[in-house]
């Protein structure tokens, strides 16, 4: 069973991955400022529902298909590059809030964020070391469960805390240079967090290694 000692140190854990920056924070911050927080909604629940869903398919043994089938995680690290280096290319890019209405540039809904979990470095980490570090073995289902329902409690609001960052910065950023400005170094720090992706694996913790 889970301690209250346990549960605390997963509670700290979430809030602190959730909170600190990351591929789906710094997404939301530049929607927040590119589309306002009502168009961002789907975009934040589907960040908390589909990491939700990808703890639990983890905790299920998920992962152990790419510890059997290198081949599937190489896809997915390579898939996890390009698709992050195409998002930084469409923040560096996006168009100024006032010429929205002549964009084809949309906020991500909420398939999209639930689907970009499973290519977000972040999340794969986050996921994984949730489970190994905070799922009892004599109870593993129901530590699962508890370890889920703490990230959805807690991740929603982190989340949205970006979000309605990026709206508040919204009114200083009207002029087209100054978002432009910001669309870019947004860009660098997103393309900065494929660092991990390059330079190590991301499942290579010690409980995922074959036995």
């Known amino acids: 069973m889970m301690t209250q000692e ?4 997963l509670c700290g854990f979430a809030l602190v991955s959730s909170i600190t920056p990351g591929p789906n924070n710094l997404m939301l911050m530049a929607s927040g400022i590119n589309f306002g927080f009502a168009r961002t909604l789907p975009h934040m629940l589907g960040v908390s529902i589909g990491f939700v869903v990808m703890t639990i398919l983890v905790g299920l043994g998920l992962a152990q298909i790419f510890v059997r089938f290198p081949i599937a995680y190489t896809v997915l690290k390579v898939g996890s590059v390009v698709y992050l280096i195409y998002l930084a290319w469409k923040i560096a890019t996006a168009s100024p809030p006032e010429s929205s209405a002549n964009s084809t540039a ?3 809904s909420f398939l999209q964020a639930c689907l970009f979990q499973w290519v977000n470095p972040k999340a794969w980490t986050m996921a994984l070391m949730s489970v190994t570090a905070y799922v009892p073995a004599d109870h593993p ?15 929603l609001p982190t989340v949205g805390l970006w979000a309605f960052m990026g709206v508040q910065m ?8 100054k978002l432009r400005t910001f669309n870019l170094i947004a860009a660098l720090t997103l393309l900065a967090s494929l660092y991990p992706v390059v330079t190590h694996d991301l499942l290579s913790h010690p409980a995922l290694a074959t036995p």
Do not use: C, E, T, Y
Not at 6 to 9: C, I, N, S
Not at 141 to 155: C, K, M, R, T
């Open 106 to 108: 949309k906020p991500f």
């Open 6 to 9: 346990l549960f605390l140190g």
């Open 141 to 155: 289902i129901l530590g699962l469960v508890i370890v889920a329902s703490v990230f959805g409690v807690i991740n």
């Open 170 to 177: 919204r009114q200083f950023l009207q002029d087209p240079v």
